[in-house]
């Protein structure tokens, strides 16, 4: 689903472009995006794309993807946060903001001792100052991000779209296992890969259920224990991982969602 509403954003970009080769009017839209969904879903991969896309056919000058957290923004001291909010944005001109876990920048709001606001406050106005320069994303839990959305007008009016992003199945995360073998070079059993499908289908899938980030770390740890079994057993195939490697039953998914330490094209 989220794929249709994917290439709907760029035919609306096209259309405009033809309306105004035509010479008739245009209709200003906003391009700023709320992207919901688990962590592994793709969400920062769509956006890097979209932000090449965007570039590609005239939208944003540069195209280039700015990663930013809470952190990125957020001061601990008065007058500060507005300082790292412009910067971050200054950065991002011509391509696009991402802000992962945008839901963070409200929670401590009812306190009323944070400044997270505050970096809300300064991105609708700068959002406006660059309107036809800029496009920001915010991403996070679906629920979490209704909240933010919600906490200022000024954000709703300007994030009137929101894709979600739905957790793969496991035919899918398993799919995306054997293409990160086959991108290594590494050989996998089909019997091996059924024990895969059945460990994966039976973890829960809750908030921290990790996706393709949750393979990542299954993959690189099958790598680290094919290292170790080559080195003590002399074994001179380097490119088969075994059961063994995978070690499925003492996968840590306490914190599927950890983030990898190497990149993957599938995040």
Do not use: W
Request: charged share 20%; hydrophobic share 40%; with cysteine.
């Amino acid at each position: 689903m989220f794929t249709m509403e994917v290439r709907q954003l760029i035919d609306v970009v096209r259309v405009e472009q033809m309306r105004r080769a035509a010479g008739l009017t245009v209709t200003p839209v906003s391009r700023h995006l709320a992207f919901t969904g688990n962590p592994g879903t793709g969400k920062t991969t769509v956006a890097r794309l979209l932000a090449q896309l965007y570039a590609a056919i005239g939208v944003l000058r540069a195209g280039q993807l700015v990663e930013v957290t809470r952190g990125d923004l957020v001061a601990g001291y008065v007058g500060q946060t507005a300082i790292k909010t412009e910067a971050a944005v200054k950065r991002a001109v011509g391509g696009v903001l991402f802000i992962d876990e945008a839901y963070a920048l409200t929670r401590s709001a009812d306190s009323g001792q944070d400044f997270g606001l505050e970096a809300v406050d300064t991105l609708v106005k700068l959002m406006e100052d660059h309107r036809d320069e800029l496009v920001v994303i915010v991403a996070g839990y679906s629920d979490e991000m209704a909240r933010l959305i919600n906490s200022n007008p000024g954000l709703s009016s300007r994030f009137p779209r929101t894709i979600h992003f739905p957790d793969y199945t496991t035919n899918e995360l398993v799919a995306i296992f054997k293409g990160m073998c086959a991108s290594g070079r590494y050989i996998i059993s089909r019997e091996t890969l059924a024990d895969l499908h059945q460990h994966l289908a039976a973890l829960p899938r809750t908030k921290q259920f990790g996706n393709a980030r949750l393979v990542r770390n299954i993959f690189e740890a099958a790598l680290g224990r094919q290292a170790s079994r080559i080195v003590a057993t002399s074994d001179t195939d380097l490119t088969t991982l075994t059961l063994t490697d995978l070690g499925l039953g003492s996968v840590d998914t306490s914190d599927q969602s950890a983030s990898p330490s190497l990149s993957s094209p599938y995040l």
